[in-house]
């Protein structure tokens, strides 16, 4: 059966296939409370495009990244993929039980995520239910961890989103190795347009939705001079700058002023800063050479671009 579930996931778009036995997972896991009979655990990976980011990594189209990177892949590819292997394992006789990351529970009480609306975030459920997706998908050996807590796997850098399959049939499990692709170079902190993630390479949920939902004005291309016109004009400036300080509250209330472009359908919000912190990851393993799926040409063709931001301070648009 596992050749047929490779088969197939792959025929379903999958990129990368890798299996897990439960003796991977401590007693305690969530995995034991979702499905406590559960024997192996499959991981299902699926490379975003590297074209998609080309918009936002020349500034030009910022759409295709959310509706084709994010949410017609989480909404229709994904589920298409993770229903045909459950039933195939199902036809075999056994449970499969699909898992999808579910975008509006956090891990932690007062987290946010950035590609949801925060007023949509739901905080009535235990996050300690929830699948660890880094975990499962580390531990079906599609990638490792990186400093910043991604998954970077070695076909596709960071560039990729998973889902599982949990089942009761026992199948051989994928082969851990060494990958040892982040060597902590630290480029994927410095390219944060709102320095959202610390240098121990934690990042702040909050600040992080501000700036990739676009409060960084020399990163924007769509933030009108008058943006931001309920804060003082230092405090403005800060916040387009990138270098404000503010709360867990104050967040809300930068995220209020920031409808400056559409979300996609399905609620997911537009990524303005088009996830610099894993193009930056990306361009970096490209550089090294560490990535097996090379292609033709360098993802980063010339220097990346900064607006000027002086219209923000008198409110009129520059020519
Ligand atoms: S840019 Fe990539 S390789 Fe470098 S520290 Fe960040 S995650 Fe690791
Ligand atoms: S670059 Fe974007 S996605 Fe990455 S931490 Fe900063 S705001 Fe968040």
Same mark, same amino acid.
């Given at each position: 059966?596992?050749?047929?579930?490779?088969? !197939?996931?792959?025929?379903?778009?999958?990129?990368?296939?890798?299996?897990? #036995?439960?003796?991977?997972?401590?007693?305690? =896991? &969530?995995?034991?409370?979702? *499905? &406590?009979?559960?024997?192996?655990?499959?991981?299902?990976?699926?490379?975003?495009?590297?074209?998609?980011?080309?918009? @936002?990594?020349?500034?030009?189209?910022?759409?295709?990244?959310?509706?084709?990177?994010?949410?017609? $892949?989480?909404?229709?590819?994904?589920?298409?993929? $993770?229903?045909?292997?459950?039933?195939?394992?199902?036809?075999?006789?056994?449970?499969?039980?699909? %898992?999808?990351?579910?975008?509006?529970?956090?891990?932690?009480?007062?987290?946010?995520? &950035?590609?949801?609306?925060?007023?949509?975030?739901?905080?009535?459920?235990?996050?300690?239910?929830? !699948?660890?997706?880094?975990?499962?998908? @580390?531990?079906?050996? $599609?990638?490792?961890?990186?400093?910043?807590? #991604?998954?970077?796997? &070695?076909?596709?850098?960071?560039?990729?989103? @998973?889902? *599982?399959? !949990?089942?009761?049939?026992?199948?051989?499990?994928?082969?851990?190795?060494?990958?040892? /692709?982040?060597?902590?170079?630290?480029?994927?902190?410095?390219?944060?347009?709102?320095?959202?993630? =610390?240098? %121990?390479?934690?990042?702040? +949920?909050?600040?992080?939705?501000?700036?990739?939902?676009?409060?960084?004005? +020399?990163?924007?291309?769509?933030?009108?001079?008058?943006?931001?016109?309920?804060?003082? /004009?230092?405090?403005?400036?800060?916040?387009?700058?990138? #270098?404000?300080?503010?709360?867990?509250?104050?967040?809300?209330?930068?995220?209020?002023?920031?409808?400056?472009?559409?979300?996609?359908?399905?609620?997911?919000?537009?990524?303005?800063?088009?996830?610099?912190?894993?193009?930056?990851?990306?361009?970096? $393993?490209?550089?090294?050479?560490?990535?097996?799926?090379?292609?033709?040409?360098? *993802?980063?063709?010339?220097?990346?671009?900064?607006? +000027?931001?002086? %219209?923000?301070?008198?409110?009129?648009?520059?020519?």
């Amino acid at each position: 059966m596992k050749q047929q579930i490779i088969d !197939l996931a792959k025929k379903c778009d999958a990129d990368l296939v890798g299996f897990a #036995s439960r003796d991977r997972f401590e007693a305690n =896991d &969530p995995l034991f409370k979702i *499905f &406590p009979n559960v024997q192996t655990v499959i991981g299902l990976g699926f490379r975003v495009l590297r074209g998609i980011y080309r918009g @936002v990594e020349e500034g030009t189209t910022y759409y295709q990244y959310t509706t084709m990177g994010v949410e017609n $892949l989480e909404e229709t590819v994904m589920p298409m993929a $993770l229903l045909r292997v459950a039933n195939l394992i199902e036809a075999e006789g056994y449970t499969a039980l699909p %898992q999808r990351k579910n975008p509006l529970i956090m891990n932690e009480e007062n987290e946010t995520n &950035p590609e949801v609306d925060y007023t949509d975030v739901y905080r009535g459920v235990k996050a300690e239910n929830q !699948l660890n997706f880094l975990d499962c998908a @580390v531990k079906c050996g $599609l990638g490792e961890e990186s400093k910043i807590h #991604s998954l970077l796997t &070695p076909e596709f850098g960071p560039f990729v989103r @998973v889902c *599982f399959v !949990l089942t009761d049939a026992k199948i051989e499990e994928t082969e851990l190795k060494q990958l040892n /692709l982040c060597d902590g170079c630290d480029e994927c902190i410095k390219a944060c347009p709102g320095r959202a993630i =610390d240098e %121990q390479g934690e990042t702040n +949920s909050w600040r992080c939705a501000v700036y990739y939902n676009g409060a960084n004005g +020399s990163k924007n291309p769509f933030m009108p001079p008058d943006a931001f016109s309920d804060f003082d /004009l230092k405090t403005k400036m800060e916040i387009i700058k990138g #270098s404000a300080e503010f709360d867990n509250e104050q967040a809300k209330e930068i995220l209020d002023n920031i409808y400056f472009y559409p979300p996609a359908k399905h609620f997911y919000r537009t990524s303005i800063c088009g996830r610099a912190c894993d193009r930056a990851c990306y361009i970096h $393993l490209e550089k090294k050479g560490v990535l097996t799926k090379s292609f033709n040409k360098p *993802f980063r063709e010339k220097e990346d671009w900064k607006l +000027s931001i002086k %219209q923000f301070e008198t409110g009129k648009r520059e020519d």
